[in-house]
């Protein structure tokens, strides 16, 4: 046989195999059930902000506080098709758990969960449940946080003594802790230690408010990027807005960056003006200005 007529009949042999091998797997990797169970579950009275995975991508969300059959840990779910929560009720309800896999899908395994059965239904507390389901890696990777490296600016006759005070009371640093602000993702912050224990969380109300609103002492440690918006930033533990923990003016900022990275970037800037405290505290001091600055890192 020549070499040519050869390597025609070989190429043509290769491509028949692969469009049989294709026709094959179009045929065999359909949609298909990989596991079904059904069991029961405990569902909190609180969903509690968590970080699901949808579709590839990591989603920072409200998710359901459950136990399953004989555990006594709570864990975190997603969705529940069917299900019609009521928030402020514990619920025993019987659900089904199927696996499914399609490789003709962007993510080709997967589970649903659908609700079969509402076994009870109490208006109560959920106890003991965790303080929410947000990994330590999305904080480390996806949260921003309030730097505690502030800027200042003291305008006294006894500079020195307001600025020892600002760089050695540990206050002003959060006493070593880090606030972390899901912004704009959710109304939620969290105060957790080195340990990425969480110390305390609540809720972040955010207002809006014009440049007069502010203080002149603010022009003193001006925002490093071009403004695009102005609020307030009230630090809750609750929705009553009169019992904060903190209170921030906050300067909102976008800057473009460069093609290879992402196209746009949000900063903040919160600012707490402190001179009507420090003329309290040092009235031969003839204080006209004190005011200090943070950053919010890590956000875009």
């Excluded at 920072?60 to 529940?80: M, P, R």
């Excluded at 006493?175 to 704009?184: A, D, Q, S």
């Excluded at 809720?203 to 007069?212: A, H, Y």
Aim: hydrophobic letters at 35%; a negative charge.
């Amino acid at each position: 046989m020549k070499t040519k007529d050869f390597l025609r009949m070989l190429f043509m042999t290769f491509f028949a195999m692969a469009g049989l091998t294709a026709c094959s797997d179009d045929n065999a990797e359909g949609k298909k059930i990989t596991d079904y169970k059904e069991y029961t579950l405990t569902v909190a009275s609180l969903k509690l902000p968590g970080v699901v995975t949808s579709c590839g991508n990591n989603v920072f969300t409200d998710v359901y506080a459950v136990k399953k059959e004989q555990s006594t840990e709570w864990e975190a779910l997603g969705s529940i098709g069917k299900f019609e929560y009521e928030e402020g009720y514990e619920y025993q309800i019987r659900i089904s758990e199927t696996s499914y896999l399609d490789y003709r899908m962007g993510d080709p395994a997967w589970t649903e969960y659908e609700l079969l059965e509402v076994i009870a239904k109490e208006q109560k507390n959920s106890e003991n449940l965790p303080p929410h389901f947000i990994p330590n890696w999305y904080f480390e990777q996806r949260c921003p946080y309030i730097n505690p490296e502030f800027a200042y600016a003291i305008e006294a006759d006894k500079k020195e003594d307001i600025e020892n005070e600002l760089k050695t009371d540990p206050t002003y640093k959060f006493g070593g802790l880090r606030y972390y602000i899901p912004f704009p993702l959710s109304d939620d912050w969290f105060l957790l230690d080195n340990d990425m224990h969480t110390v305390e969380q609540g809720i972040l109300i955010r207002r809006s408010k014009t440049p007069t609103e502010f203080p002149e002492s603010y022009k003193l440690v001006p925002p490093e990027s071009k403004v695009a918006g102005y609020g307030e930033f009230n630090f809750v533990k609750d929705d009553d807005t009169e019992d904060y923990v903190m209170q921030y003016d906050a300067f909102i900022s976008t800057q473009d960056r460069s093609k290879s990275v992402k196209p746009q970037t949000i900063g903040i800037w919160l600012y707490k003006d402190l001179t009507a405290y420090y003329q309290r505290k040092y009235p031969e001091a003839n204080v006209k200005a004190v005011v200090i600055r943070y950053m919010v890192k890590n956000l875009g």
